[in-house]
């Protein structure tokens, strides 16, 4: 199984929603990420998630708030989200968190969020 | 900074033609570059990885190239078809503390008949 699952695909929300985006992965991978992409740019990234702990947050506003309740499961809890957050919102993961990873990052599908 | 850099931004082209894409990086300590094919609405795929020792490498109609002095790296399609259109992005690993990658701005490819 070398995949990582996503959901939901689709998601609209308002501004004063509370929603989760989900990431679920069975590779064994200890490294987990959140980035988001907007139309015709290159992902950005949000959070990384090293052996269960955050080990990077690239000064992503509060509304957005990582959970790794374990090592194969990535959640993103979403609440007062503005409509410029709207974007495809990807999780990926990889097999270690160290300088001895090639590097290689496995994507799901993605979330697309649609903010109104 | 660590910045890199794809050229053409879009491209269109006939199929069964070729085509190369571009990138050019300055992150520094280098480990390594992906190419990496994202359809539309879909997650990034890997389709290369190419190493500091390493000049040439082919998977299927795909080949890439790096030459580590200029920091720069190509892919070559052969013979394309309709499903080659997609957006093609160069993603380099830097030695440098964390697990960061610096994404290129990706070159959107697309086939016609």
């Known amino acids: 199984d070398t995949e990582v699952t996503q959901t939901p695909k689709h998601l609209v929300m308002g501004m004063t929603n509370k929603k989760s985006l989900k990431c679920e992965q069975h590779m064994g991978h200890r490294a987990m990420y959140w980035y988001k992409q907007k139309a015709k740019k290159p992902p950005e990234l949000m959070f990384v998630?090293?052996?269960?702990?955050?080990?990077i947050n690239e000064s992503v506003p509060s509304r957005f708030s990582p959970e790794c309740p374990n090592s194969s499961l990535l959640n993103l809890h979403l609440h007062a989200l503005q409509p410029e957050d709207s974007a495809l919102y990807l999780c990926?993961?990889?097999?270690?968190?160290?300088?001895?990873?090639?590097?290689?990052?496995?994507f799901g599908e993605g979330s697309r969020l649609t903010v109104l | 900074k660590n910045q890199v850099e794809q050229s053409p931004q879009s491209l269109i082209i006939l199929e069964g033609k070729n085509c190369t894409l571009q990138?050019?990086?300055?992150?520094?300590?280098?480990?390594?570059l992906r190419w990496y094919k994202q359809d539309t609405g879909r997650g990034p795929v890997s389709l290369t990885i190419m190493t500091f020792s390493e000049n040439t490498k082919s998977n299927g109609r795909y080949t890439a190239t790096l030459d580590a002095d200029t920091k720069q790296s190509s892919l070559h399609i052969t013979a394309s078809q309709l499903s080659d259109s997609a957006s093609y992005i160069c993603?380099?690993?830097?030695?440098?503390?964390?697990?960061?990658?610096?994404f290129g701005t990706g070159t959107q490819l697309k086939v016609e008949l």
């Open positions: 990926a993961s990889s097999p270690l968190p160290s300088i001895l990873d090639t590097g290689e990052l496995f």
């Open positions: 993603v380099v690993r830097g030695t440098g503390g964390g697990n960061k990658l610096t």
């Open positions: 998630y090293s052996y269960e702990k955050l080990s």
């Open positions: 990138c050019n990086y300055t992150v520094s300590p280098f480990s390594n």
